[in-house]
């Protein structure tokens, strides 16, 4: 019996193999959602732009917000409107936030956030560069 050999293929052809197996993985990432072609406006964005009578070119860009665009928010003193700008705070989250403190009082650090129901380790890594808490100064008679 003779031993298995291994055919030559010409340079082409392992271009073409190679190529077709790159066009396969591109599909199953796009398929994924791990692969974003260029930036088109949804349909429900489109249709928002339509309803308000405004083009899709007047509507503001969508971009991750920065610390400029939201500023800080002390979490002790900010109001349930100022915590809605906060990047993955909406007004139910804002409210629990606000009622939280009533109930419980001042957070002593940032990380006491997260005994707010909805708040985990995620969204406090999220939150973090945006919040502070005022550090409280002792009074004269302490």
Do not use: C
């Amino acid at each position: 019996m003779r031993g298995w050999s291994i055919k030559k293929y010409p340079t082409a052809f392992s271009f073409g193999v190679k190529l077709l197996l790159l066009a396969g993985t591109m599909g199953v990432l796009s398929f994924a959602g791990l692969l974003q072609g260029p930036s088109q406006p949804t349909q429900s964005e489109a249709s928002l732009a339509g309803q308000a009578g405004t083009s899709m070119e007047q509507l503001p860009e969508l971009r991750p917000q920065t610390v400029a665009d939201v500023g800080h928010v002390d979490i002790n003193h900010g109001s349930a409107e100022e915590l809605q700008r906060l990047p993955g705070i909406g007004p139910v989250l804002a409210e629990r936030v606000v009622r939280y403190r009533r109930e419980h009082g001042k957070f002593a650090t940032i990380r006491d956030m997260q005994q707010v129901k909805g708040i985990g380790v995620k969204r406090l890594a999220q939150l973090e560069p945006y919040v502070y808490v005022e550090p409280t100064t002792p009074s004269p008679g302490e």
